[in-house]
């Protein structure tokens, strides 16, 4: 069955940006009498039914929202960003994005560029969680949302449950019978971390091993090289901070002749695909739902332009557990 026609669909019809589209159906902007009256026409012709959040737009909206990072490889941001983009674009509201690396100067530039544009809202992300973007955003004549970066107190910030996550990810692990975990990740310095070893010693036991390092592969291999050169018990399942950890890890074991999943199980963290889907065996990992943060972020900056209010303080969004093949080995749940 075909799905809901979109306010995309009627502009692409009748030949228009969104946001033209938009405005002629809500009856604001300045346009020919033609255009108004084709996207109209359009929109019936299609059975566009704007939706009652559509309905209710300011007319003095600009239709756009900022979206402003430090997060220069998009590592996070462009998942976040898809998921604004998703959420907004039945409302005819785009997304205007910058990337101001850490450059403070560059950041207020930035700001005041989207001021200029008169955005409805500006969506903040960042690169970790614990750290805020290099910029005031305070008192500003638009409503602010953080997404996977730190907000200042009192604001609305959205971030995913990296405890959760974790404790998802190490109790398949001791569901596949895994009785030696190891916890390979990054920095301790890093809030995500000490999220995910908090929830890994709930479940494996306080006294349970972790081991820090960089957010790299070059540290999943060593991290292995060092437990299997300290004699002992080796590890039957590792849970790993980052997909990039992780993948060393495996690598590191398949060079010692160590097979994955049937003699260890390994469980990664981010879902990060062009890593996870290449591993060899391919990487189960806990996927941080990133594009669901995104569309989140997306509906609260709208609803706070519209004038609705929205509750101040952290949400933290579910994290899912993606199954591939470097876990189970055979055994049963």
Excluded at 162 to 184: C, N, P, S, T
Excluded at 190 to 200: I, K, N, P, Q, T
Aim: hydrophobic share 45%; net charge neutral.
């Amino acid at each position: 069955m075909a799905g809901r026609t979109r306010i995309y669909d009627v502009a692409s019809a009748a030949g228009v940006s969104i946001a033209t589209a938009s405005r002629a159906l809500n009856g604001t902007g300045r346009m020919t009498v033609e255009t108004r009256e084709r996207v109209k026409r359009i929109a019936v012709e299609l059975g566009f039914r704007p939706n009652a959040m559509a309905r209710g737009l300011l007319s003095n909206r600009s239709f756009t929202v900022g979206l402003l990072t430090n997060d220069t490889y998009g590592r996070f941001t462009l998942p976040v960003m898809a998921g604004i983009s998703e959420a907004l674009i039945d409302y005819g509201v785009s997304v205007f994005l910058c990337a101001i690396e850490d450059d403070p100067a560059l950041g207020a530039v930035h700001v005041d560029a989207m001021l200029d544009k008169q955005v409805d809202g500006i969506i903040a992300s960042g690169k970790r969680i614990d750290r805020c973007l290099p910029v005031d955003l305070s008192n500003l004549p638009v409503p602010v949302v953080y997404a996977f970066t730190q907000g200042p107190a009192g604001s609305v910030t959205l971030t995913s449950d990296d405890f959760q996550g974790a404790r998802e990810a190490v109790d398949w692990l001791m569901r596949l019978g895994r009785k030696r975990i190891v916890h390979v990740t990054g920095p301790e310095s890093f809030a995500s971390v000490g999220l995910r070893a908090e929830a890994y010693r709930r479940l494996v036991g306080e006294g349970a091993e972790v081991l820090h390092g960089e957010w790299s592969e070059l540290w999943g291999h060593a991290a292995v090289d060092r437990l299997w050169s300290a004699g002992g018990e080796m590890p039957d399942g590792i849970f790993c901070g980052n997909d990039q950890i992780a993948r060393g890890v495996v690598d590191a074991l398949r060079e010692r002749g160590i097979e994955v999943p049937r003699d260890v199980s390994v469980v990664g963290f981010d879902n990060w695909e062009i890593v996870a889907s290449i591993t060899r065996p391919p990487l189960t990992t806990v996927d941080m739902n990133l594009k669901a943060l995104g569309r989140e972020a997306g509906l609260t900056v709208l609803a706070l332009a519209e004038g609705r209010p929205a509750e101040p303080g952290i949400r933290k969004l579910p994290c899912q557990l993606v199954v591939r093949e470097s876990c189970g080995g055979g055994l049963r749940i």
